[in-house]
């Protein structure tokens, strides 16, 4: 009987050794990555965010990072387009799933708003107020858009080339710093008004209405057999509306690609994502050198601020990835059945005392507001509660040091901050644009101020807090799993 027990002891105790041990060994086993890229570049003359497009000046990408750790995969994608449709994102993400078994919740898709894409979808070819062709109105409904439709397709192939290539990596992180290429273009002028661009040299300019953020968010991942890199994730925010034109063309981030493949050599992939920025340009308005910088100008610094931190990278000892992934129901803004009517009169007298650039905006702005009301916000369920609209907070932990904040819309840059401030990660690289399009996310002070970002903002005030809120808490607790 006493030797049954000294069995049944020992038994347990080695049960639990093994079940510890596998803990163990599950928190420390090593993390594998893979990068892709895939040309997204669409056909000669297909339509341009600025109209018919005249050629292609670079080409457009979809590039993926995938990385796991134990049962953990998550991945990035970052495509050269304007923004990312919900339902773009939502087809690429389910396909993605689908083939790697990478959870939906799992996956980011951003865009880097570069201003010289395509106009695949209805919401930017009617930014300039036309269709164009092949997508005039006259168009038969059935006539399809094989570009569009084969989009997603090709941001889920760059995930899942990806995830083929898992290997095991070795993570380095840290920050640089990129002063000077970032300028916020909201401006207190001399009578007290808060305005947009205000133009250089323009001398009622007083003071910018926020801040900037200088800081280059870094991200590497080097192969352990050979110590080469399969990737760089960089983060930085400025609008990408530098090159102008109506060829396609990436903008800075295909400047800064290029500028790091001829400083380090190729083999790897070059990511940018775009921080927030919804309130910052390339415009030194009045500086010392007052002027607009150009796509070389942005790019190039940018290499130099990530070549320079390059050797002082930290490498990561801690094999640890978590993921989180959570919905805001932030409140919509307002439109009355008159201004929705006045909207959709393109010849009705403007409603406001205001450019006829800012009325444009207006009426997009209802029109947009009635097609999400049809498509994706929530209905109000009890008296005096407004239209909602769900966004997506994504957070990713890598080791000790670094996380990574996907956060859809235009953010501004001082949500932006305010998240770092309070994250508890050494580094925290923050995404804007993810996963669907809701224009700009100003904060309570922007909206009590007016000009252009509030009047084209679907949301009401307080929802680019309550995404703050979010990520913050999320941030806690992924840190909280850290040991």
Not at 410 to 423: N, T
Request: glycine residues 8%.
């Amino acid at each position: 009987m006493v030797q049954n027990i000294w069995f049944k002891r020992l038994y347990y105790s080695i049960i639990f050794l093994f079940l510890c041990s596998s803990k163990v060994f599950s928190q420390a086993s090593e993390i594998l990555a893979g990068a892709w890229s895939i040309n997204i570049t669409p056909p000669f003359a297909y339509p341009h965010y600025r109209g018919e497009s005249t050629g292609v000046h670079d080409s457009l990408y979809a590039k993926a990072l995938v990385i796991k750790q134990g049962e953990i995969t998550v991945a990035i994608v970052i495509c050269d387009l304007l923004w990312v449709e919900r339902g773009l994102s939502s087809s690429a993400r389910l396909q993605i799933s689908e083939k790697t078994g990478i959870p939906y919740s799992n996956i980011i898709i951003a865009g880097t708003h570069t201003h010289t894409g395509p106009a695949y979808h209805p919401n930017i070819r009617e930014l300039t107020g036309t269709l164009r062709p092949p997508f005039d109105e006259d168009k038969p409904s059935a006539v399809k858009d094989p570009y569009s439709d084969n989009l997603a397709m090709k941001i889920a192939s760059s995930v899942n080339l990806a995830h083929k290539s898992l290997e095991k990596v070795q993570i380095e992180t840290g920050a640089g710093q990129a002063n000077g290429i970032s300028f916020n273009r909201r401006f207190i002028m001399k009578d007290g008004r808060a305005v947009f661009n205000p133009g250089v040299g323009n001398k009622d300019a007083i003071l910018p209405a926020g801040p900037v953020d200088p800081e280059v968010g870094i991200l590497m991942l080097r192969k352990v057999s050979d110590n080469s890199p399969i990737a760089i994730l960089s983060n930085f925010g400025v609008h990408a509306d530098t090159f102008g034109g109506s060829t396609f063309s990436s903008d800075y981030p295909g400047t800064l690609a290029q500028a790091l493949n001829s400083a380090i050599g190729g083999g790897y992939v070059s990511i940018f994502a775009t921080g927030p920025c919804g309130d910052l340009n390339h415009v030194d308005v009045h500086g010392d050198k007052a002027k607009r910088l150009s796509t070389k100008d942005i790019g190039v610094h940018l290499s130099n601020a990530i070549i320079k931190e390059i050797p002082t990278l930290k490498k990561e000892r801690t094999s640890f990835l978590s993921m989180r992934s959570q919905f805001v129901y932030a409140p919509l803004q307002e439109y009355t059945s008159a201004e929705l009517t006045w909207a959709n009169n393109e010849s009705a007298k403007p409603l406001h005392n205001e450019s006829a650039f800012l009325e444009r905006r207006r009426r997009l702005k209802i029109r947009s507001l009635e097609r999400l009301r049809r498509t994706e916000a929530i209905a109000p369920t009890v008296e005096r509660e407004g239209w909602k609209l769900p966004l997506e907070v994504q957070v990713i932990g890598i080791g000790k040091d670094l996380a990574i904040v996907g956060l859809p819309g235009e953010v501004f840059v001082e949500l932006g901050l305010a998240i770092k401030k309070s994250s508890p990660f050494r580094t925290t690289l923050i995404i804007e644009l993810t996963n669907s399009h809701i224009a700009y996310v100003p904060t309570r002070k922007a909206f009590s101020q007016g000009s252009y970002e509030t009047i084209n903002s679907r949301l009401a005030p307080g929802g680019g807090e309550m995404m703050v809120e979010a990520a913050i808490n999320m941030l806690d607790e992924i840190k909280g799993e850290v040991h």
